[in-house]
């Protein structure tokens, strides 16, 4: 779909979308829930210290995918390897002060992580509940949560991370 234009993409997003709207988002909640405590139930291996990033980050919107499209759980695993994972933040130094800093309470609007316009990002409504379920259960039960490290990948066409050392 993100292939198409005009008539034909607009068909397309028309049989789709139902799928995709807030309220089904919002009643997907207990089920993003559990993966979510599923994988933080998986971080501490008695280290205190986790690679976030491939631990966490990466496998949860796989995770809630495969659950929302019925992929048994004994199959996820497979299907993390063709996925990937897209951190978009509010990062445009010409419209954001500090944009290196991850800030929560940055106001939301003039990011392109969903894109915009026709091929405005489907499942936005899910990732914002999949975001907001994981950062509130992530602080509850990590309250003393500490960046360690944090290693970019060499992208010129996006801010993503390699490692995201953290101490939990």
């Known amino acids: 779909m993100q ?3 005009g008539e034909e993409h607009a068909r397309l997003r028309r049989l789709v979308s139902p799928a995709f709207t807030a309220r089904r988002a919002a009643a997907f909640r207990p089920r993003i829930e559990r993966i979510v405590d599923r994988l933080l139930d998986g971080l ?5 210290r986790v690679d976030f990033l491939t631990r966490f980050a990466q496998p949860l ?3 809630v995918i495969t659950e929302l499209v019925g992929i048994p759980a004994d199959r996820r695993e497979d299907w993390r390897a063709y996925g990937a ?3 978009a933040v509010n990062r445009d130094p010409r419209v954001f002060p ?8 940055r106001p939301i609007g003039g990011h392109l992580g969903y894109a915009y316009g026709p091929h405005f990002c489907l499942g936005a409504a899910l990732a914002r509940v999949q975001v907001e379920v994981a950062v509130v ?7 003393g949560l500490e ?3 944090a290693e970019r990948m060499p992208d010129p066409g ?3 991370l390699s490692t995201l050392e953290v101490a939990l």
């Not at 501490?44 to 205190?48: A, K, P, Q, R």
């Not at 500090?98 to 309470?105: N, S």
């Open 3 to 5: 292939q198409t234009e």
């Open 44 to 48: 501490d291996d008695g280290t205190g």
């Open 61 to 63: 919107p796989m995770d």
């Open 85 to 87: 994972a897209l951190a």
């Open 98 to 105: 500090e944009p290196e800093r991850l800030d929560f309470g």
């Open 137 to 143: 259960a992530l602080l509850k039960r990590f309250p």
């Open 147 to 149: 960046l360690i490290a």
């Open 158 to 160: 996006a801010w993503r």
